[in-house]
């Protein structure tokens, strides 16, 4: 007995793969913004203070420093740390959105920023950068950095310093990044932190899903040409097809969040390949072109030789 094959339509395959695409993505898209947001929230809710910060009110006197890594520089080997200095108890003069000091001191951040504010002055936002102790940035999106920071305020001059008691509070902000913070109180106006920075969840995804669809990319090239390869000929607009990929690869590459520059393990998994399979496709497929024109004109020659009539 003969079998049914049943045939679909190709519109209703277009729309059968469409809806697929869209369900993944409907799910899909939620869930990575979701933890994308909750790694956010918990660099802020895992924060070291050495102090309640938050809770130590006017009887507190000292200073209170809130910190916050705000970013990365992956080309300088450095990150951006953002400090609000608020003064409490009898050294605040006056309090509001710029409080005002009421006593002189210093205060120094791990040696690369030393601020004196003198009695009667606005405190203002300070912005320190601060080179990394430690990394490994070529092993991107698997990377991470380190930082040690070091808060110290005194009385007095850097000789003969009297240690001011502070109470400080640090979290991380920065995009695509996640922190582990820990706190030490070193001494009396001394406090230290150890910072440990990677690459965001959502961030290793991308990077991910992007060395996938290089290799993609560059087996689907490869295919492609050995199609024409084995056929024997080639047309321009296939070659053509081929340069362009070679041109876009990069900046594919670039599109993935805070990679450095050309050398790391991203590149080493996918982009170095892929390019190299680009290539050789290329010179295939201009060898096939040139040959299949030489081919076409020598058998163009052979015909008007051959209709040619004899004197």
């Not at 001394?190 to 910072?195: A, E």
């Not at 321009?236 to 594919?252: C, D, H, K, R, S």
Request: aromatic share 12%.
């Amino acid at each position: 007995m003969p079998k049914t094959v049943i045939k679909m339509n190709p519109l209703r395959k277009s729309i059968l793969l469409l809806i697929v695409v869209v369900l993944i993505c409907a799910i899909a898209a939620p869930v990575v913004t979701w933890v994308n947001v909750r790694e956010g929230l918990a660099a802020k809710a895992n924060g070291e203070p050495n102090e309640n910060a938050a809770n130590l009110g006017d009887t507190f006197n000292g200073l209170i420093i809130y910190g916050t890594l705000s970013a990365l520089d992956t080309s300088n080997f450095a990150s951006k740390f953002r400090f609000k200095l608020v003064p409490s108890g009898t050294f605040a003069l006056e309090t509001g959105v710029i409080p005002v000091t009421a006593k002189n001191f210093t205060v120094e951040f791990s040696d690369a920023k030393t601020v004196t504010f003198s009695t009667n002055q606005r405190m203002t936002v300070q912005e320190v950068t601060l080179p990394w102790d430690d990394s490994e940035v070529n092993s991107y999106p698997f990377d991470y950095f380190t930082n040690s920071v070091i808060i110290q305020a005194y009385e007095g001059k850097a000789g003969s310093p009297v240690g001011i008691q502070i109470a400080t509070y640090l979290d991380a902000s920065a995009q695509g990044f996640k922190a582990e913070i820990t706190a030490y109180d070193v001494d009396d106006g001394i406090v230290w932190y150890d910072v440990k920075i990677t690459r965001s969840t959502t961030t290793k995804f991308f990077s991910i899903f992007v060395i996938t669809i290089l290799w993609l990319i560059g087996i689907s090239a490869l295919a492609f040409t050995s199609t024409f390869y084995f056929l024997g000929y080639t047309e321009a607009p296939v070659a053509a097809l081929n340069a362009t990929l070679l041109f876009a690869v990069p900046n594919l590459r670039n599109s993935q969040p805070g990679i450095p520059m050309i050398g790391c393990t991203a590149d080493v998994a996918s982009f170095f390949w892929v390019m190299g399979l680009l290539g050789i496709n290329q010179v295939l497929l201009l060898t096939m072109f040139f040959r299949t024109k030489y081919l076409k004109k020598k058998e163009d020659l052979q015909k008007e030789t051959a209709v040619k009539p004899s004197a």
